[in-house]
């Protein structure tokens, strides 16, 4: 009866805390809770992580009180912070599932879940930054495993059955994880290992300092002889490498690219091609990419639609069996400015989340940090979404947050739609 009483207030709390955000902390398989949207990054030194832990709590995600270590290959920890429904001793889902599928080291996958839809991406044996999330609204977990698949070279695709997805199957996940290795989530503060064993030798040593230094007052005479410290060494600091640039010093400037994109979909939509139908756009800072497929007709009717069109292409190719054929505009000279951040991670994602509310369309949403080679963490939020308008409206909201970038942007030229994605640096 109390582990029943306890379980409902926890999915209370959990129901509550997810009233004000887009994801969930964690779900409940058979009885057993596991932990969710954790934040992964890398480890360098598996043999003492609790340093790069502690410092990650501090630097990279303010107020982590708890973590994981994901062992193998590529050795990782995750952070989370207790106060958005997070616990000690839970254990963590995304590492039972990567022991689940030991031989596969990259996989695409979104299970469906009591509490929501838990979306899972591992390349190369690393959990991305946003590749742990359980979203809470479906069309978010279906636009963000959607945008993935472009990437080729997946071991496994999961997705629910019902999303009718192509090249993907569904597993069962209470199967998955009955028998995988579990990991817990740790309190990040706690003595252990190392720390732990260096305290109890600490006081040894003074303990047996103490002993010593009475014992030789009491059986000496005469005066006692004063303690001198040892001088320490000055250590000579190495000269300090130049300071590195910042990435948003050479931000390419989104307003130009949501331009060319959609002056560039608008070229290729309109030329003619009889018997061919055009498929999805996708245009980047480098290049608009699309493709024709073979209704009826032949090769040489494209072929000759393409030369004829008043569009000059960077390049064409054809598929081996000549029904499809796949071609590209390069995109003009992007301009390139220093665009610096505003606004600090909470805060920045506060404000997406009340203009996300005040126009009524969703975000996906997930903080994310990369490390540059010396070793600087920069912090910034992913944001992506579909929608009816086209780039120059968004381009007149989002442009306003400085630091932001453009990852990508797709077009379905059956649906109407318009897919963005990018991410707006932060303090």
């Known amino acids: 009866m109390s582990e029943n009483n306890d379980q409902t207030s926890e999915e209370f709390n959990e129901a509550t805390l997810n009233e004000n955000r887009s994801w969930g902390s964690g779900f409940r398989l058979n009885g057993t809770r596991y932990a969710t949207s954790l934040f992964w990054q890398p480890l360098r030194n598996s043999?003492?992580?609790?340093?790069?832990?502690?410092?990650?709590?501090?630097?990279?995600?303010?107020?982590?009180?708890l973590f994981a270590i994901k062992k193998g290959k590529s050795?990782?920890?995750?952070?989370?912070?207790?106060?958005?429904?997070?616990?000690?001793?839970?254990?963590v889902a995304a590492v039972s599932l990567i022991s689940a599928l030991p031989y596969v080291s990259s996989f695409l996958a979104v299970f469906k879940v009591k509490e929501g839809w838990w979306y899972v991406c591992v390349r190369n044996d690393v959990i991305l930054s946003d590749g742990d999330m359980l979203f809470l609204n479906e069309e978010d977990a279906k636009a963000q495993f959607s945008?993935?698949?472009?990437?080729p070279d997946w071991g496994y695709k999961i997705a629910p059955a019902e999303w009718n997805i192509a090249d993907t199957r569904e597993e069962n996940l209470a199967t998955l994880l009955e028998n995988a290795s579990k990991e817990s989530l740790q309190k990040i503060h706690a003595l252990r290992g190392g720390k732990l064993l260096a305290v109890i030798i600490a006081g040894c040593l003074l303990g047996a300092w103490l002993i010593s230094t009475l014992y030789s007052l009491i059986t000496r005479s005469?005066?006692?002889?004063?303690?001198?410290?040892?001088?320490?060494?000055?250590?000579?600091?190495?000269?300090?490498?130049?300071?590195?640039?910042?990435?948003?010093?050479?931000?390419?400037?989104p307003s130009e690219i949501f331009e060319y994109c959609l002056s560039g979909v608008q070229d290729l939509i309109n030329v003619p091609t009889p018997g061919w139908v055009i498929g999805g756009i996708t245009c980047s800072s480098k290049a608009i990419v699309t493709?024709?497929?073979k209704q009826v007709g032949r090769l040489i009717w494209i072929d000759k639609a393409l030369k004829n069109a008043d569009v000059t292409f960077a390049s064409r190719s054809i598929s081996p069996n000549g029904n499809e054929v796949m071609a590209?505009?390069?995109?003009?000279?992007?301009?390139?400015?220093?665009?610096?951040?505003?606004?600090?991670?909470?805060?920045?994602?506060?404000?997406?989340?009340?203009?996300?509310?005040?126009?009524?369309?969703?975000?996906?949403?997930?903080p994310q940090t990369t490390t540059s080679p010396q070793q600087n963490v920069y912090k910034s939020v992913k944001i992506s979404f579909s929608s009816k308008h086209d780039p120059l409206v968004w381009r007149d909201i989002l442009t306003k947050f400085s630091g932001f970038t453009i990852n990508v942007i797709k077009y379905d030229v059956h649906a109407n739609t318009w897919y963005y994605e990018g991410a707006i640096y932060a303090l």
């Open 47 to 65: 043999d003492d992580p609790y340093t790069e832990v502690e410092e990650a709590s501090t630097n990279v995600l303010e107020g982590a009180d």
């Open 75 to 91: 050795p990782q920890f995750g952070l989370c912070v207790s106060s958005q429904g997070y616990k000690s001793g839970t254990y």
């Open 147 to 151: 945008s993935m698949l472009v990437v």
């Open 222 to 253: 005469g005066a006692v002889k004063p303690i001198t410290a040892p001088i320490a060494i000055k250590k000579v600091e190495p000269n300090a490498p130049p300071p590195e640039p910042k990435p948003w010093e050479s931000i390419e400037d």
């Open 291 to 293: 493709s024709w497929h």
């Open 328 to 366: 590209s505009l390069a995109m003009p000279k992007i301009t390139v400015k220093n665009s610096p951040p505003t606004y600090i991670l909470g805060d920045l994602i506060n404000t997406l989340n009340d203009l996300s509310q005040s126009i009524q369309m969703p975000f996906g949403i997930s």
